[in-house]
C-alpha cells in the first residue's frame, strides 16, 4: 500500500516537577503527533486527549489527503471550545498540535508535517538534523523579526507564550507542509519538555546514534530528566526507508556478461 517501510518508538514522561502529564501522542501506521496540553485543574490533559483522538482518526481515511489533516484540526479545535462551553471550569485550556503523516499527493506518497503552537517535528537527512516546523511562539516572532538574537531568546521572560494553539487562538490557523520522502530519514516529534533540557547538538547525537527508533525515544526522554525534568517530556522517532529505491538499485545492478572497469584477470 505504501513504499515506505517505517519503523517508529514513542515515550512520555511526566517529567521531574509536574504532578501530571498533560502530554499526549498517537502513534498509527501513518501518522505520528504529539499534543501538549495546558490549563488548570488537569483540563490541559483533556485538550490534548481530544486533540490525538480527532486527528489520529484520521488514518480511517485511505489514502490520507492533507485537506483530511487540516479540517481534524479544526474539528479539534471546535471540539475543545466545545468541552469548555459544557465544563466552564475548563476555560483557557488548550493544546499543541504537530505531526507528520504519510498522504497522497501530487500522485504519490509525500510526508505532511502540521503544526500549530511550540512543540515540534525535527527531520534527519543525510545526517543532518533540522526543524521543520516554525514555533508560533512569541519569541519566535522577535527571531523572526529580527529584533532578538538567539542568545536573548534563551533567556527571554516571554519565551513560554504561544500564538497559536487548539482550543485558544481564533481563528486556529494551522502549518501544513507537503513534501516527497527521501531515500531515508528520521522524524522526531516532541514536546518543549525535551527540547528546553537537551540540545539540539545532543539530540543530532542520540538519533544518530540509536538504530532502533525506540531506544532512541527511550533516551531522549531519559536526557530530559536528567536535564531538569522542568515539564512533560514527549517524543516519537519514526525512521523511514523509501523501497522504491531498492527496486532502482536493483535496475541499475550490472548485467551479466558487461565488461567490468576492472577487466577479467585475477
Ligand atoms: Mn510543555
Not at 120 to 137: F, I
Not at 164 to 170: I, Q, T, V
Not at 227 to 253: L, P, Y
Amino acid at each position: 500500500m505504501t513504499p515506505l517501510v517505517i519503523r517508529a518508538g514513542a515515550q512520555t514522561d511526566v517529567g521531574r516537577v509536574r504532578e501530571h502529564n498533560e502530554d499526549n501522542f498517537v502513534v498509527e501506521d501513518r501518522l505520528f503527533a504529539v499534543a501538549d496540553g495546558m490549563g488548570g485543574h488537569a483540563a490541559g490533559e483533556v485538550a490534548s486527549a481530544i486533540a490525538v483522538d480527532i486527528v489520529g482518526d484520521v488514518v480511517e481515511n485511505d489514502p490520507i489527503r492533507p485537506d483530511d489533516l487540516k479540517n481534524a484540526l479544526s474539528d479539534a479545535h471546535e471540539r475543545i471550545l466545545g468541552s469548555v462551553d459544557d465544563h466552564p471550569e475548563r476555560r483557557g485550556m488548550g493544546t499543541t498540535m504537530t505531526g507528520v503523516a504519510v498522504v497522497s499527493a501530487f500522485g504519490s506518497d509525500h510526508w505532511a508535517v502540521f503544526n500549530v503552537g511550540d512543540s515540534r517535528v525535527y527531520r534527519v537527512v543525510d545526517g543532518r538534523l533540522h526543524q521543520v516546523t516554525v514555533d508560533h511562539s512569541e519569541i519566535q516572532e522577535l527571531l523572526s523579526a529580527g529584533l532578538i538574537t538567539e542568545a536573548e531568546a534563551r533567556v527571554h521572560p516571554g519565551r513560554n507564550v504561544i500564538t497559536r494553539s487548539l482550543g485558544m487562538s481564533y481563528p486556529m490557523e494551522p502549518d501544513l507542509w507537503v513534501f516527497p520522502p527521501a531515500e531515508e530519514e528520521i522524524f522526531l516529534i516532541c514536546s518543549d519538555g525535551l527540547t528546553n533540557e537537551v540540545s539540539e547538538s545532543d539530540i543530532a547525537v542520540i538519533l544518530e546514534a540509536e538504530d532502533d527508533p525506540q531506544a532512541a525515544a527511550d533516551r531522549l526522554v531519559h536526557e530530559a530528566r536528567l536535564g531538569g525534568g522542568r515539564d512533560n517530556i514527549t517524543v516519537i522517532v519514526v525512521h523511514s526507508r523509501s523501497d522504491a529505491d531498492d527496486d532502482e538499485r536493483h535496475d541499475t545492478a550490472p548485467r551479466l556478461g558487461a565488461a567490468g572497469p576492472e577487466g577479467e584477470d585475477r
